[in-house]
């Protein structure tokens, strides 16, 4: 089983500053985190890596600084690790970010098919909720959002069931893989970095792909423009 999780390099929101005619986030200066919503995707990859073998490819979209978000990934057991980094993706909205993220995902899938690919329910620098299903509607993947738990996966009939909540309740879901899920807040503790993670986080090789490494050629799909 090979499971991707975007994540995001996010400024930490009580210093986020907006730019006053373009209306984009200003980053600079501002300290960085991992968006928190993204860390409860990635413990929930890496407990169902524990329960069904397999691997986790950690994704993200950003500025070189977001190399650190990545080795943190690695640090709590991710495998691998893609930074998608180009001028041309500056000022990407969530349309913009889902194509790009999406391109980048067909290019990992030609190396090794990919049967789920989680995200947090949102980011909070921008809270849409917008780019994990854009990511599925590009991907032409089945979406399951706010997801609070994966009750079962059936690897030989690519079948998935998992619990999701919603205002009357909780929903209980049958679906098939290949499937994106938007993972809830609580839905899990994220686990502790081991040493042996640490240091491998350290000297990992991290891939950093340009835009044409990430597949994507029309640059008005991307950015400002995009």
């Known amino acids: ?75 709590y057991g991710a495998d691998d690790a893609i930074l998608v980094t180009d001028r041309a993706f500056a000022g990407s909205d969530t349309l913009a970010t889902s194509c790009a993220l999406a391109s980048a995902i067909t290019q990992i899938h030609k190396d090794m098919p990919v049967d789920l690919i989680f995200t947090g329910k949102q980011t909070i620098d921008g809270d849409t909720a917008q780019v994990g299903p854009g990511i599925a509607k ?19 009939k690519k079948q998935i069931v998992v619990e999701r909540r919603s205002e009357g309740g909780v929903q209980v879901l049958n679906t098939s893989l290949p499937s994106l899920i938007t993972v809830l807040e609580g ?36 950015g400002l423009k995009g």
């Open 1 to 75: 089983m090979h499971i991707v999780v975007c994540i995001k390099q996010v400024p930490d929101s009580a210093q986020i500053r907006v730019h006053p005619v373009t209306n984009t986030i200003m980053r600079q200066g501002v300290p960085a985190i991992v968006n928190p919503y993204d860390l409860y995707a990635l413990e929930e990859a890496l407990k169902l890596k524990d329960e069904y073998g397999g691997r986790v490819t950690v994704l993200t979209m950003g500025p070189p600084m977001a190399e650190a978000a990545l080795r943190k990934a690695i640090s």
């Open 138 to 156: 590009r991907l032409d993947m089945q979406l399951l959002t706010y997801v609070s738990k994966v009750r079962s996966i059936d690897l030989d």
């Open 187 to 222: 839905t899990n503790e994220m686990r502790f970095a081991t040493m042996a993670n640490m240091f491998r986080a350290s000297r990992y090789p991290l891939k950093v792909w340009n835009r044409e490494q990430a597949g994507i050629e029309d640059i008005t799909k991307i």
